[in-house]
């Protein structure tokens, strides 16, 4: 039964929202989202074995209606948190989540994942990344 709650909440707050997806596949973003670096460390001073990768900590924004594609987290692990919005994420194909304030993701080596705000309020959240400085994603 507990296993049920969390598809049980999201269901209820996509339809609270009022927004609509097909449960197989996320609608293209409008448009992306935008990120400001709030810190980066260069991990290769303090660990030489990992010369050439940074350790950053970003603001992000998804305005209604923003997003990325999928995209993977192959040699780019993310921890994401979310203050504020919802955000509708599918995850490796499965049907897509949608995740509230307060929640955290955790997107290793294995994720390919796509996200979009499909509500009404812009929804910020707090990502920590472990990348080479020219990675893409992410972007911020």
Sequence with gaps: MSSLMPAVVAAIALAASGAAYAADTLPAPAHS????????????????????????????TVPPG????????KEIPEIVYIVQGHLTEQR?????????????????????????????????YYGTH???????????
Excluded at 66 to 71: E, S
Excluded at 96 to 101: A, F, I
């Design 33 to 60: 989202i935008t990120g400001e670096k709030l810190g980066v460390v260069d991990l290769g001073k303090a660990f030489p074995q990992m010369k050439g990768f940074e350790l950053r900590f970003s603001r992000l």
């Design 66 to 73: 923003a997003g990325l594609t999928p995209h993977s987290h």
């Design 130 to 140: 472990v990348s080479k400085p020219q990675a893409t994603p992410p972007r911020y």
């Design 92 to 124: 490796n194909g499965a049907a897509p989540v949608v995740y509230g304030p307060g929640t955290t993701l955790i997107n290793d080596e294995t994720v390919t994942h796509a996200v979009l705000n499909q509500g009404t309020e812009t929804v910020i």
